[in-house]
Each structure stands twice: as structure tokens, then as C-alpha cells.
């Protein structure tokens, strides 16, 4: 073709016997036979078979697809011939791959890209790769290291930031080899510690984020919170919301246990230089889930609290609450104990009310179990019972559709750390704030919270809360003049 001359010189042997065994052993001796006088021999497979199949009189099934069977003996011109030389094919070839391998049976090669769905994204979607997903399976000894290690090698190649594992550990030399960080997670010492604060992540095209941003200590805390809430979900499938809710308060004990606490005005340092050696563990954990419980076991007859309310008896106490001259003794029923910013209340009965009343258990005086029974209320819920309020206040008043406007990093803190049971995500706006709803009654806490999140958050609805912030936060800039 074009002045080229192409020669190609090749023989074809048959080999009969009078039975399959005999065929075998025969073609066996022959294969040796020419090898040894320096031949390559191949023995006909995949398409190259059914031809030969198709061909002779003794196959009644061929195996070849009707389409291919129907252009056999269709005649060919001589430059088509010498085109297809050296008469290979090509399985799969991508324009950026990596050549993996050949295919089995008939020799084409594989050249293939990890990242084909975003160096050709329209034939990608066209031919359904739309991710760089692989499953290398094969028996044992088959390759499947080697094939691992080619597409491993080419991630380096191409700079990309790769993260290996392999349970059996046989990425070792591979990685030391090119410069990379081998760790061998069955020796002492070396764990994943879900306390180790991580950079925050942002979308690639926002350019609206600070490297204070990035390291946001108070943040990065938030998103552990929630990890770790979720360790302990799978752990303990049988987890209640009311103990989830207690993690998050353990969580930043555990964090000031190695001095990470923020400053007088509420601001954590950021952890940018911070090491692996600055964070928490679950040792720390446990000590402030410890200091957690102590806080309601330092105060005088707390476990006499505890026991009342296991035992439903009646609970006998004095009280002094700072609007109380004297302390006055009561006869309680006890109906539930709750913890709030670090501190223990109990919901109770009163002899002689009809409603429960919240004490405070640091404020008890002299606290017993009597031998009195009450009959605990089947129809109460100490998550009902306070399903409508922030915090362990009840103020008088019906729940209201309450909307606030958050920036979007401050959605990012509701979204971790929801203010109540009934927060919703309703509308996000263009400029990347975020619109939630509410549905309780708005307390004196619950504005204190609001407040503290300062510019970051805009009440929308009620009129009436807002103007009670508006007071508030005006009485404020009055005494700071």
C-alpha cells in the first residue's frame, strides 16, 4: 500500500485423532515440537475458532453472532487487507490511559484512564463512565496486585492525591518508593482519631473564604461533634436523640481537657499549627464524660434523687432558689431529670399542686427517698413536655412559626448543631444564606441564643420576636455607652 511492501508469513497445522484425549496429546507433542525448532504456535480462539468452525462441515453451531456471519467471504480490496495490519485490535484505547494490559483471547490491547469522565466528560456520559470506579476481580495469582499497582503508579504520575489501603499491606514498598506516607495501621500506636480537627472544606469556585476560615476552631469542632455522634449511632443502634444530644457538650470537654477552649469573648485560637499530639482522644472523652456525671454526683444527695425517681417513691427536700429568703422543704414526686448547659435539673410534682415544678439539684438541701409511693403519669413524656420550649424554661404562651435567616456559615453551625427538635432547613437564598423554621415558644433563653450568634442570624417571623431582640439588644448598647 503507497509503496510499501507487507509480508506476513504464517502455517496453519490440523490435528485429528480419534478422540478428544488423543487430539490433545497430539496437538501437545506438535506445539513442543515446532517451539523447540523456534516457532510461535497459537492455538485458534474466540472469533478466530468459530471462523475455522464456519468453515468446515463438522460443526452444526459455530458460535459466531448472525451480523459477523453474514459479511464472512464479503470481498475485500487489498489496500483493506494491509490497513488491518499487523491484524490486531485495539479493546479499548483512551486517549490519556495507561496500557493496563492485553485482552485474553485475541491480543487487543487495553489502554485505559481513571479519569476518562472528565478528560472526555460527552463520550463518557455517552458511553456510561461516569465515574472513575473500578472492581479488579481475578483468582488468586492472576494479577490483580500488579493491575492495582499500574493504576496506583499512574495517579502519581499524574500528581493526583491518592489514599491507598490495602488490608494485607502490600502497598508498602510501592509507596516508600515513590515518596509517599505508609501507614501500618495494625502496629501499636497508630490510629484514626476522630478528635483530630480538620480543615474546613469549601466548594472550589468560592472564593469568599479566609485561611481563618479554613481553620475556624469552633467549626472544625462542630463537624467532629457530629462524626462522633455518629460513631456512637452505629455502635449502639439502640441510642437514644436524648443521649445523642448529651455528646456534643462531652465532646468540647474533652477538647478543654487539652487546653482547647475559647477566649473570654467566646473565640477559639485557630488550629493551624496544631499536631496530631495537641488533640483529644477518648481518654479524654471518658474523663469528661466522668466530670459529666460528677457534676450531678457532687451535689449533695443526688444519687437519693436518682433513686426516688427509679424507685417512685417521693422525694423529700429543702429548697433555696435565689428569689427565696429562707429555704422551704418540700414533698416531691419526681418525674424526670434533665441536663441543660452543663447543669442538672429535676421536673416534679408538689404536694399539693397540680402542676410539675423544675428544681435546680445543685440548690437541694438535705435531699431522701421516702417510703411513699406515687403513681407515675402513663400518658407523660419529658420529651413532649418540653417539645415546644428551648432549654428546661416553659414560659406561658402558644408555639409560633419562628423563621431566621442564617448566613451560610452559620447554617453550617445549625446544621450541625440543631437549636431544636423542630428545626427545619426551608429556602436557601442566592446570596448562600439560609432560611429555617421553628415551632416553639420563644423564651427568654431562646433569645439569649439568638443573640449570641450576633449579625449571623436575622429574625424574619414573628414581628413580635423581633422587636423583643430589638429591646433587648437596644438596652444592651444603652448600658455600654
Known amino acids: 500500500?503507497?509503496?510499501?511492501?507487507?509480508?506476513?508469513?504464517?502455517?496453519?497445522?490440523?490435528?485429528?485423532?480419534?478422540?478428544?484425549?488423543?487430539?490433545?496429546?497430539?496437538?501437545?507433542?506438535?506445539?513442543?515440537?515446532?517451539?523447540t525448532e523456534g516457532w510461535q504456535v497459537q492455538g485458534v480462539a474466540g472469533l478466530q475458532e468459530g471462523l475455522l468452525k464456519c468453515a468446515t462441515p463438522l460443526f452444526v453451531n459455530n458460535g459466531i453472532e448472525p451480523i459477523i456471519e453474514e459479511n464472512i467471504g464479503f470481498p475485500l480490496t487489498s489496500d483493506s487487507i494491509a490497513g488491518l495490519y499487523p491484524f490486531i485490535f485495539e479493546t479499548l484505547y483512551d486517549k490519556k490511559g495507561i496500557l493496563l494490559g492485553e485482552e485474553l483471547q485475541n491480543g487487543g490491547k487495553i489502554v485505559i484512564d481513571p479519569y476518562y469522565y472528565i478528560h472526555e466528560p460527552k463520550l463518557a456520559s455517552r458511553n456510561n463512565r461516569i465515574n472513575g470506579n473500578f472492581v479488579i476481580v481475578g483468582t488468586a495469582g492472576s494479577g490483580k496486585t500488579t493491575a492495582t499497582n499500574l493504576l496506583i503508579r499512574d495517579c502519581i504520575k499524574e500528581k493526583k492525591l491518592t489514599i491507598w489501603i490495602d488490608p494485607e499491606n502490600k502497598n508498602d514498598k510501592l509507596t516508600k518508593h515513590y515518596g509517599g506516607t505508609f501507614i501500618d495501621w495494625g502496629k501499636k500506636g497508630n490510629i484514626?482519631?476522630?478528635?483530630?480537627?480538620?480543615?474546613?472544606?469549601?466548594?472550589?469556585?468560592?472564593?469568599?473564604?479566609?485561611?481563618?476560615?479554613?481553620?475556624?476552631?469552633?467549626?472544625?469542632?462542630?463537624?467532629?461533634?457530629?462524626?462522633?455522634?455518629?460513631i456512637f449511632a452505629y455502635l449502639y443502634p439502640n441510642i437514644s436523640d436524648n443521649e445523642l444530644s448529651l455528646i456534643g457538650s462531652i465532646v468540647i470537654g474533652a477538647y478543654e481537657k487539652v487546653g482547647i477552649y475559647p477566649d473570654e469573648n467566646g473565640k477559639y485560637p485557630s488550629f493551624k499549627t496544631?499536631?496530631?499530639?495537641?488533640?483529644?482522644?477518648?481518654?479524654?472523652?471518658?474523663?469528661?464524660?466522668?466530670?459529666?456525671?460528677?457534676?450531678?454526683?457532687?451535689v449533695k444527695d443526688a444519687e437519693v434523687v436518682i433513686d426516688a425517681l427509679k424507685r417512685s417513691v417521693m422525694l423529700e427536700f429543702s429548697y433555696k432558689s435565689p428569689d427565696m429568703e429562707i429555704a422551704r422543704t418540700f414533698l416531691v414526686a419526681p418525674y424526670c431529670v434533665r441536663l441543660f448547659r452543663?447543669?442538672?435539673?429535676?421536673?416534679?410534682?408538689?404536694?399539693?399542686?397540680?402542676?410539675?415544678?423544675?428544681?435546680?439539684?445543685?440548690?437541694?438541701?438535705?435531699?431522701?427517698?421516702?417510703?411513699?409511693?406515687?403513681?407515675?403519669?402513663?400518658?407523660f413524656s419529658a420529651d413532649d413536655f418540653y417539645s415546644s420550649y428551648f432549654g428546661i424554661d416553659r414560659p406561658s404562651g402558644n408555639p409560633e412559626t419562628i423563621r431566621l435567616k442564617a448566613s451560610a456559615r452559620q447554617a453550617d453551625n445549625l446544621r450541625a448543631l440543631p437549636l431544636h427538635a423542630s428545626q427545619k432547613e426551608t429556602e436557601k437564598l442566592t446570596d448562600g444564606k439560609v432560611v429555617f423554621e421553628y415551632h416553639l415558644v420563644p423564651s427568654s433563653t431562646f433569645i439569649g441564643e439568638i443573640m449570641q450568634m450576633q449579625g449571623s442570624v436575622e429574625v424574619l417571623e414573628p414581628a413580635s420576636l423581633r422587636q423583643r431582640i430589638h429591646e433587648r439588644a437596644q438596652e444592651l448598647a444603652n448600658i455600654h455607652r
Request: without cysteine; proline residues 4%.
Open 342 to 379: 452543663r447543669r442538672w435539673y429535676m421536673l416534679g410534682l408538689r404536694e399539693g399542686t397540680l402542676k410539675p415544678h423544675l428544681y435546680s439539684l445543685d440548690r437541694m438541701i438535705d435531699a431522701y427517698a421516702t417510703e411513699i409511693e406515687y403513681t407515675y403519669p402513663k400518658d
Open 274 to 298: 496544631m499536631t496530631v499530639d495537641d488533640m483529644p482522644t477518648f481518654t479524654e472523652f471518658g474523663s469528661a464524660l466522668e466530670d459529666a456525671i460528677q457534676v450531678g454526683k457532687e
Open 192 to 230: 484514626i482519631n476522630p478528635f483530630d480537627l480538620k480543615p474546613i472544606s469549601f466548594d472550589e469556585d468560592d472564593d469568599s473564604y479566609s485561611e481563618d476560615d479554613v481553620y475556624d476552631t469552633d467549626q472544625a469542632i462542630k463537624n467532629n461533634i457530629e462524626d462522633i455522634k455518629q
Open 1 to 35: 500500500r503507497q509503496g510499501y511492501a507487507v509480508e506476513d508469513k504464517n502455517a496453519k497445522s490440523r490435528v485429528s485423532g480419534e478422540s478428544k484425549k488423543e487430539v490433545t496429546e497430539r496437538a501437545k507433542r506438535l506445539k513442543e515440537r515446532l517451539m
